[in-house]
């Protein structure tokens, strides 16, 4: 009995031998003669009563190698297969199909104001300076000819760093202006972007977070008129051709004498009367000639280096440009907002 035992285990393994898979039912076919639930190999351990003693140690081993040979078996079929798969597969792409579209995303309202303001300064030779936002008092105030006593320096306007009189976060981008010209010398033509920081109640009209561009040119013999040439400029290609300016008194600290610029938009259209309040002025931004004081704080001799300098809102352009009523909008990233604006600049 035993003899035929060992027998039937030696015709499975040379069915083994003979075995050829070549496609998925093959497989099948192989895993459930040889691994299934009922298969030889399983029924052939059944045999073992009827090995002798002596030989059942023997018997089990052989049993066994079958079992690995019939999985050895199996699993390089599968692998073959699989590889031909995925070789047919390979053969099948072209490379050529376009790609499944990646939905765009479009560009802030912000941003779109900051990359045009900053474009049209570079086009007549500013470049660009970027600057810290966590500042020192003098950088923020005391160089910028802010005395003490302003109510800008209060606890109510800005923030300090905790624990802080010295640390803040910049209510102005004119803290760049001290930045440059305490590190170079003139000639100097910048404009700084950037985020600034005042605490403020948060409503529609106003954030305790906002962008500002500001403007810089120091040079021997800059005057008023060069100023006011280049903020024309500047009005027209963001305001279009026709735009008139007007600059009206005003007062900053760290420019002597001080402006406010209004675009000429009129008020035949609804949106003009709308955003110049009937007026047809739209105030636009705050400059003037570079105080002395600022100069020599900074190290430039007031007596050889005039300059202009200017401070552009862009929170408030947006709003305008667009006909946004509430500032928060600009801050709160819903998407239903956003997906409005156009990629491109
Ligand atoms: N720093 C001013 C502000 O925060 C804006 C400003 C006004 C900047 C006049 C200037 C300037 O450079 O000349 O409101």
Redesign the pocket.
Known sequence: MSKDAFKIAEEISTKLDAATISDAAGLEAFRIQFLGSKNEIKALFGEIKNVANERKKEFGQTVNALKNKAEGIFEKGQGALENTASATAHANLDLSRPTVPNPRGSTHPVTIVLNKVISIFERIGFTVAEEREIEDDWHNFTAMNTPDDHPARDMQDTFYLKNSIDRLLR????SV?ARVMTSQQPPIRIIAPGR?YRNETISARSHCQFH?V???FIDKNVSFADMKQTLMYFAKEMYGPDTDIRLRPSY?P??EP?AEMDVWMGTATDEAYRLTKGTGWLEV????M?DPNVLSNCNIDPEIYTG????I?IERTALQKYGINDIRMLFENDLRFLKQFNSAI
């Open positions: 209510t102005h981008t004119s202006q600034v500002q500001e403007g810089l900053f760290f420019t001080s931004l705050g400059c003037g570079v202009f300098a200017f401070g809102g």
